[in-house]
């Protein structure tokens, strides 16, 4: 197994594959768009969403000081609040630099004493994830493997990328893009949650491997944890999130859905994910938002 390795961009570096995004992808990016759609990737979350144990998610409307329905001022003003108490790794997703590490060390070779904060990291926190403007490429795996939800278990590897780039027009990855596998996978939400939270089809380390050696910024899937489970190997738990977080300094979007696009067979556009700067958080819910 691999380690995590000291950042190319210098060892203040806090933003990983991002670095590879550069203002030739964002101005190529708006060059995709050709008619003039949008496409919000989120699914809903609230407190049915399924999600990794002990995730739980609440939310609380509260109207203060009117209790007795009690207004403010002369013009009788109402109004609502909101308490919102949840674990942030749910529904829709990015993962932070900090959420995934190898034996207590994070990327660009931080050790776990550097990063772990009880009150928020110390490193790697959300407030420092730049916002992303680039292109995207989808991967619709479902058309791929002539199925309408394709199953666990199911890896995708360099063979099944390039099969999926060829099918779709002998597309290429870019460096600097994000890259979103469609699996179906999000058909199973009120359907089978137990199914859908517990295993899935995804990318193996092989293809983890691959992508990162093109130099993507991020990758995405409509799964729960974007890599196969059951893993390739099963001792190997979560080493996708390892390779790409830990290793290469790839952002995950997790739960991110690319039907209406994949419908119109439409497979490249321009993506922007802009999440909450919450400082010290791990994650961040998420709606990225396709543009073609």
């Known amino acids: 197994m691999k380690v995590a390795i000291n950042s190319k961009w ?9 670095n590879n995004i550069t203002q030739d992808n ?20 609230n407190s049915k969403t399924p999600a990794f144990a002990p995730r739980t998610y609440s939310v609380t409307i509260v109207k203060p000081g009117q209790e007795n329905g009690q207004t403010l001022g002369n013009t009788k003003t109402s109004y609502h609040d909101d308490i919102l108490q949840t674990w942030v790794g749910i529904g829709t997703q990015l993962d932070g630099l900090g959420h995934i590490g190898i034996d207590n060390v994070f990327y660009n ?8 904060g009880i009150s928020g990291l110390k ?70 949650d137990k199914r859908n939270g517990s295993v899935e089809p995804g990318l193996g380390v ?22 196969v489970i059951p893993f390739e190997n099963a001792g190997q738990v979560f080493h996708v999130h390892q390779i790409l977080l830990a290793e290469s300094g790839i952002f995950i979007l997790e739960n991110v859905v690319a039907q209406q696009a994949v419908n ?3 497979y490249e556009g321009m993506i922007t994910v802009g999440p909450h700067r919450t400082t010290g958080s791990v994650q961040a819910i998420v709606n990225p938002i396709f543009v073609y």
């Open 10 to 18: 210098g060892p203040n570096d806090q933003i990983g594959a991002l």
């Open 26 to 45: 964002i101005l190529a990016a708006t060059k995709l768009i050709k008619k003039g759609k949008k496409m919000a990737m989120a699914i809903e979350t």
């Open 109 to 116: 070779c931080t050790p776990g004493i550097e990063v772990t």
């Open 123 to 192: 490193k790697f926190g959300i407030e420092t994830f730049p916002g992303v403007a680039t292109r995207a490429v989808i991967l619709d795996m479902t058309g791929l493997m002539g199925k309408e939800i394709v199953p666990e278990g199911t890896a995708f590897n360099q063979p099944e990328i390039e099969a999926a780039l060829k099918r779709q027009g002998n597309m290429t990855i870019n460096k600097g893009d994000v890259v979103i596998f469609y699996t179906g996978w999000h058909k199973l939400l009120g359907v089978d």
């Open 206 to 227: 092989q293809g983890a491997r691959y992508l990162a050696s093109l130099g993507v910024a991020m990758i995405g899937s409509d799964t729960w944890a974007v890599e």
């Open 264 to 266: 119109e067979q439409v």
